[in-house]
């Protein structure tokens, strides 16, 4: 957990995975945009895993930027 302030999301770029437990679907948007962040998990543990959610390793992380998002039901 760390601290940041809402309007300066830009401080968690650069983090491999980012867990967002919020309602706040605009402040996940802007995370998703984060360039350097790989994963976002919004309403999910970090823990968990989906085939279809790209992860480091899969080809297309070779060929392309690849991006997951994981929402909670």
């Known amino acids: 957990m760390a601290p940041f302030e809402r309007d300066a999301p830009d401080v968690l770029d650069g983090s491999l995975v980012l867990a967002l437990h919020t309602g706040d679907a605009a402040l996940v948007a802007r995370a998703v ?18 085939q279809d959610v790209p992860h480091d390793g ?10 997951g998002l994981a929402h909670g039901d």
Do not use: C, D, I, Q
Not at 34 to 50: C, D, E, F, I, K
Not at 58 to 67: I, N, P, Q, S, W
């Open 58 to 67: 899969f080809l297309g992380e070779f060929l392309m930027r690849a991006k």
């Open 33 to 50: 945009e984060l360039t350097a962040v790989s994963n976002v998990y919004w309403g999910r543990p970090t823990s968990w895993v989906h």
